[in-house]
């Protein structure tokens, strides 16, 4: 049974670091194509990044570039998701996601259309 379980959230102050992570099971994530969503109250779910599955290129939502970044470790079969100077309006519930139709990142992925598996997600708060 494929299975994606993201941990790491909590609350953080702003101006603070968080790591999250996306542990797989069920599947070798190095063979997907793995992204980061969040969805705020009241907001729609929107794309964060996205590491492919080939080459490991990666791209990022505008506001994330800069302060996050999205990596893999294939040893442990883990997606983490660096957060550097959090904001207030950065919290949301995080989710990852996967796919193995799509080997590259494309902006139509971080619509989360195209993504095939979802983890149930991890809260954030930034907040003094």
């Known amino acids: 049974q494929l299975q994606l379980v993201e941990s790491g959230g909590g609350l953080v102050q702003p101006g603070g670091s968080l790591r999250l992570s996306c542990a797989a099971s069920?599947?070798?994530?190095?063979?997907?194509?793995i992204g980061w969503f969040r969805q705020a109250p009241g907001n729609e779910r929107e794309g964060v990044s996205c590491?492919?599955?080939?080459?490991?290129?990666?791209i990022y939502e505008d506001s994330a570039k800069g302060r996050f970044t999205i990596s893999r470790d294939a040893a442990k079969n883990t997606v983490y998701l660096q957060m550097n100077s959090l904001k207030p309006e950065d919290t949301a519930v995080y989710y990852c996601?996967?796919?193995?139709?799509?080997?590259?990142?494309?902006?139509?992925?971080?619509?989360?259309?195209?993504?095939?598996?979802w983890g149930k997600g991890t809260l954030v708060t930034v907040s003094s």
């Open positions: 996601a996967a796919t193995d139709r799509w080997n590259i990142c494309s902006g139509y992925l971080l619509t989360g259309n195209g993504m095939d598996y």
């Open positions: 069920g599947f070798t994530l190095a063979d997907y194509t």
């Open positions: 590491i492919s599955s080939i080459g490991g290129s990666t």
